[in-house]
């Protein structure tokens, strides 16, 4: 199974981004999917993450209001993170990730996701 995130870019503050991410190469249905950044010089930290069924979502409470997860309606393997009133310290590289195994409920622990994809640049200008 592979992980494709797609819809970084450059942004003014206070501008908007949906990164999308696609999975492949398999029929698997993920337990968890999650949003992962890391900003220069900083650990990767939890952004959001929801269950398959999409009856729970969960967040960053630093970034609860501002961001939001979601699952395509059609190809319910694509996940989407839309990124509002974006700030200068929003910028990192955002990463997908994928729990396939472990089933961790509300989990916001890297090392609980056992498939990622390669990240997506996210810039924001002040």
């Known amino acids: 199974v592979q992980l494709q995130a797609s819809g970084g870019g450059l942004v003014q503050a206070g501008g908007s981004l949906r990164l999308a991410c696609a999975t492949s190469g398999g029929t698997l249905i993920w337990h968890n999917a999650a949003w992962f950044r890391q900003a220069p010089g900083k650990e990767r930290e939890f952004v959001a993450a929801m269950r398959w069924r999409g009856d729970r979502k969960w967040y960053s409470e630093s970034l609860k209001g501002r961001f939001a997860i979601s699952r395509d309606h059609t190809v319910k393997t694509t996940v989407y993170l839309q990124m509002n009133n974006l700030k200068p310290e929003d910028t990192g590289v955002y990463y997908c990730?994928?729990?396939?195994?472990?089933?961790?409920?509300?989990?916001?622990?890297?090392?609980?996701?056992?498939?990622w994809g390669q990240g997506t640049q996210v810039t924001v200008s002040s």
């Open positions: 990730a994928a729990d396939f195994e472990s089933n961790t409920d509300h989990s916001t622990q890297a090392g609980d996701y056992d498939s």
